[in-house]
């Protein structure tokens, strides 16, 4: 269960172009952050005075301008990490902006990728390498023992959750087979750590691994379901919209 602290931390997005901000937004809660939105500079101070995020994705463009010299000139928001967004290279912003001081700059549309490598550079002192997503898949243990069926709940390129009552030791290298989008991958993963159901009602049951034998194809596989995942549904707007 995450810490007060913890559940406090988001992201603040600050868009005045309707499409930019829901694409922005559903990339990032699908990557699993907590976002707050606001159209304009005083709206974003608002949010930042009341909670200050964990880190600001601005539009660069008119809208977001007035909000950067107050990011990084007011003391109270120094440790802020500020990621630029915009529609144009960083060459043709105004002068004001190309001379602010921020944590990082990304063209529109985000690449999925790249924001999450971004925005975990930014946010977290350990940052993950991989893209983790929330899934219900069906999950085989080939090990012969009780409880070998049943579905990852989280998954990445280099691992799974799969949830089960019956816990293995930790460790243990498990032959498995995962059924993503009718075709059935297969890989040995190693169990990392498991949770029990007695461990209390906020922390699912089951156990934590990593694939450590997988073929190349079957990796990209993955991946590309992932970014699917995260895509899908969510149109990329352009500079017209």
């Not at 549309?109 to 925005?119: G, K, N, Y």
């Not at 034998?213 to 149109?235: H, P, V, Y």
Request: net charge neutral.
């Amino acid at each position: 269960m995450n810490s007060p602290d913890q559940q406090n931390r988001y992201v603040l997005v600050v868009d005045a172009g309707k499409d930019d901000l829901f694409y922005t937004c559903t990339l990032l809660h699908r990557l699993g952050y907590r976002v707050f939105t606001a159209y304009t500079a005083e709206k974003a101070i608002e949010f930042m005075t009341a909670v200050p995020p964990a880190a600001v994705i601005v539009d660069a463009a008119p809208s977001g301008a007035p909000l950067i010299p107050n990011l990084t000139q007011d003391p109270r928001f120094f440790d802020i990490p500020l990621i630029l967004l915009s529609w144009w290279p960083h060459s043709e912003l105004d002068a004001r902006t190309r001379q602010a001081k921020f944590f990082a700059y990304l063209r529109k549309p985000p690449d999925v990728i790249q924001l999450f490598r971004t925005v975990q550079m930014a946010m977290e002192k350990s940052p993950r390498r991989n893209i983790r997503i929330a899934s219900y898949l069906p999950v085989r243990l080939e090990d012969g023992l009780d409880g070998a069926e049943g579905y990852a709940t989280a998954l990445s390129e280099y691992g799974m959750f799969f949830r089960t009552f019956e816990p293995r030791r930790p460790h243990s290298l498990i032959p498995v087979t995962i059924e993503i989008s009718g075709r059935l991958i297969r890989a040995e993963a190693e169990v990392l750590y498991t949770v029990a159901f007695e461990e209390g009602p906020f922390r699912e049951p089951g156990l934590g691994m990593k694939f450590t034998t997988i073929s190349r194809k079957d990796r990209e596989t993955i991946a590309a379901f992932i970014l699917d995942q995260i895509e899908k549904g969510t149109a990329r707007p352009s500079p017209q919209t």
